[in-house]
């Protein structure tokens, strides 16, 4: 479709959802309790076709926030279909045009930095120090490093005798983008940006638990100049909103992070489609004797801790060098005992609450089977004593357990709080084995000051991404992703181009 057709059907789509979207303001507007999200689709604010919400918690807190819509296929199905419409278009766009549509959002989220912060950290419960370091710069660097890596990109010429074969890149079309409640605008930007600087429209699902930065972002990419459909977002609930999104025959690839299980069932639901699945983690960190002892420490309990330990990548089973242990386990505990839990929006407080209570007793789950196992606790093991609006919040103590086996629940699954084991090892042979030994396969950490050791151990580990001697450096230009049950594809860099479009090549015969 041209530009003229693609802008008279725009229009079209418009007027007939103009009176949902004003009629959704005025109640919006006229109403003393919490506000409700709307869907974004084709740049309007849409209400659920079907009307029903779910309450959005404060997890520190348990006040509402807001209610999120509880979308259905009918809400996919507008928002898949703006997206289509307004595609071509966008993909018609010169790239550099595309590319200074991130580079201003880029700006516009560090111009509103403040109010991201404290929009994540209340839908999280994460503290503020953590979404300003981590989570809200990042979302920033997403879209600059994305602007920056597509164009300064060459494209591939091959001269054959008497040919030219040109590679280039087409966008795929419409993206699905699934993305969970952990790192909510960090992740779900790591797959925006590349989508749209490549050409893409996006239909984005953000959990259902983390709704709001994903529902910001719309206005601060249309404030970018991003033409309206090519960024949708439709809320609700995973086989509801999710699965028809997944399955929608017009979507052509999917992206998902979340858990392994749900990880699953997207697959089955997305048949012919590229999919890229970045799914749990049950990562080990490898202390060796010969290590820094006072920076492995530190390194260690912050790929345990960070985020209350609800990262896909943190470490969350330490393997210790037998001649070490005691003496590391005492200062992981003691360390961990030094984190400050409490007010997430306090910017002194080191752990907030875990997403919501429903997960924290999960979590707790794990500490009664480890209370049967007779495992050793050497510091936490239940939840901290917080005062007045924090009484009920979801916080759990960061807890160092020992005396589990390898074949234990809380060594073999992904837990997702601040609870890690310690286990020795005495070889190296051991450390590898215990390492590889879950069902999981994302990351793994190795904490030598011998750097053949740590070449060698990384090489056998079989995960998707090894660090030695540090945690959570993300060049974005690397590859990102697991192996085993902790999903499969990769992105960054090279590799989102790679998932977001496709390569074609035309080859031109050279006429003398
Ligand atoms: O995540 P889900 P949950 C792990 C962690 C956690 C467990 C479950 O161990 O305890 O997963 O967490 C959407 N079709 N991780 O249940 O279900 C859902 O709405 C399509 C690891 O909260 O994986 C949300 O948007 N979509 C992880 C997203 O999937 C569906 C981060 C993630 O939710 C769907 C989070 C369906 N059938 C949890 N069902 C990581 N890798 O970082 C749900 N969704």
């Known amino acids: 479709m041209d530009a003229h057709g693609y802008d008279r059907e725009l229009r079209e789509v418009a007027k007939r959802d103009r009176a949902r979207e004003a009629a959704f303001l005025q109640k919006h507007a006229g109403s003393g309790g919490p506000p409700q999200l709307a869907n974004r689709i084709a740049g309007r604010r849409l209400p659920p076709l079907e009307g029903t919400y779910v309450d959005k918690h404060d997890p520190a807190r348990g006040k509402v926030l807001c209610q999120v819509p509880r979308s259905g296929r009918p809400d996919v199905e507008a928002a898949v279909a703006a997206a289509k419409l307004a595609q071509p278009a966008w993909a018609a766009t010169p790239l550099a045009k595309r590319c200074a549509v991130l580079r201003r959002t880029a700006e516009l989220i560090e111009r509103d930095m403040d109010r991201l912060v404290r929009m994540e950290s209340e839908d999280t419960g994460k503290p503020v120090k953590l979404a300003g370091s981590l989570d809200i710069p990042r979302a920033a660097r997403n879209f600059r490093f994305f602007a920056d890596f597509l164009e300064s990109r060459k494209e591939a010429v091959h001269l054959t005798e008497g040919f030219r074969n040109e590679t280039h890149r087409v966008p795929v079309g419409v993206v699905g983008l699934i993305t969970p409640w952990n790192l909510p ?285 540090c945690w959570l450096v993300r060049d974005l230009a690397v590859p990102f992703g697991g192996v085993k049950d902790s999903g499969f594809g990769r992105e960054g860099g090279e590799w989102s181009v790679d998932f977001y479009s496709e390569a074609r090549n035309i080859c031109t015969k050279v006429t003398p």
């Not at 984005?204 to 090519?230: I, M, Q, Y």
């Not at 400050?340 to 794990?366: N, W």
């Not at 709080?417 to 396969?441: C, H, K, M």
């Open 185 to 469: 605008l960090y992740l779900l930007t790591w797959k925006v940006a590349p989508a749209l600087g490549l050409g893409n429209a996006v239909v984005a699902k953000p959990s259902e638990l983390t709704p709001r930065t994903a529902d910001a972002l719309a206005d601060l990419l249309a404030e970018a100049g991003l033409p309206d459909g090519v960024y949708n977002v439709v809320h609700g609930l995973g086989p509801e909103a999710g699965e028809p999104l997944v399955a929608h025959p017009d979507v052509r690839a999917v992206s998902f992070t979340g858990g392994t299980a749900t990880g699953a069932k997207v697959a089955a639901a997305a048949g012919p489609k590229k999919l890229s699945l970045e799914l749990g983690g049950k990562n080990a960190s490898l202390v060796f004797s010969d290590c820094d002892l006072d920076e492995t420490v530190k390194g260690v309990a912050r790929a345990a801790f960070t985020n209350q330990g609800q990262i896909c990548l943190c470490g969350s089973r330490i393997l210790v060098e037998r001649s070490l242990f005691p003496e590391f386990t005492r200062r992981l505990a003691e360390h961990a005992k030094g984190l400050r839990i409490g007010d997430p929006l306090d910017p002194a407080t080191d752990l907030g609450s875990l997403v919501s209570q429903s997960h924290r007793a999960k979590v707790e789950t794990y500490l009664e089977v480890a209370q049967d196992e007779d495992a050793t606790v050497h510091c936490g093991g239940g939840r901290p004593d917080l005062p007045g609006v924090l009484a009920d919040g979801a916080f759990l103590q960061p807890t160092v357990l020992t005396g589990l086996d390898q074949d234990s629940p809380l060594v073999q699954e992904e837990i997702f709080g601040p609870v890690v084991t310690v286990q020795p090892f005495a070889s190296e042979d051991e450390a590898i084995a215990l390492a590889n030994g879950v069902r999981y396969g994302l990351a793994a950490t190795v904490w030598t000051k011998d750097a053949n050791k740590a070449q060698r151990v990384a090489e056998r580990l079989d995960t998707g991404m090894v660090w030695v001697n």
